[in-house]
């Protein structure tokens, strides 16, 4: 009866061994995710496609630091003074054009000039002031980073000290 068993379970080994040698292979492939572009393509509505296209090439804004706002406030400081520029000259040619007088020229220049200061005064205040916040700030850090640093004495208690040490 041993023998029965012995050879029927050598027989259902082999059988199992064979189908499983006679089956195929399974490749493994790495499948990656298409871009939304294309599965989104067979939308109904063109506009739907503007949208999602719109909504893919949108880039995150990251939040302006004070150095950023500082170079900011110099660009714009700098873009008052080339548009005060330009208007100045298109003031020019229209006076050397006949197209206004020399006194209303005159006041116009006046008006320009009196404009392009104020601003420019506020974006400079504005500068000046975020300037010296960040330098009190960055001394501020400086303090604190020297007072960790110098002359600092931790107490560590000894073992046999502990309340529960015994």
């Excluded at 990251?62 to 548009?83: F, H, N, Q, T, W």
């Excluded at 006949?98 to 601003?119: F, G, K, P």
């Excluded at 974006?123 to 400086?142: F, T």
């Amino acid at each position: 009866m041993k023998f029965r068993q012995i050879v029927l379970a050598i027989l259902v080994l082999a059988t199992m061994w064979h189908t499983a040698a006679a089956q195929p292979k399974k490749m493994k492939r790495q499948v990656e995710a298409p871009p939304p572009e294309r599965v989104l393509a067979g939308t109904d509505s063109p506009q739907s496609n503007t949208v999602v296209s719109d909504l893919v090439a949108v880039k995150p804004e990251v939040p302006l630091g004070p150095e950023d706002v500082l170079k900011s406030y110099e660009i714009a400081m700098s873009l008052v003074a080339e548009r005060t520029s330009t208007d100045f000259l298109a003031i020019v040619q229209a006076q050397q054009a006949n197209q206004i007088t020399r006194a209303q020229a005159e006041y116009l220049v006046q008006q320009e000039y009196q404009t392009a200061m104020m601003q420019y005064q506020v974006l400079s205040a504005l500068h000046d002031v975020l300037k010296h916040d960040i330098d009190e700030a960055n001394q501020e850090a400086r303090r604190s980073l020297k007072a960790a640093n110098s002359n600092t004495v931790f107490i560590v208690p000894l073992p046999s000290s502990y309340p529960g040490g015994k």
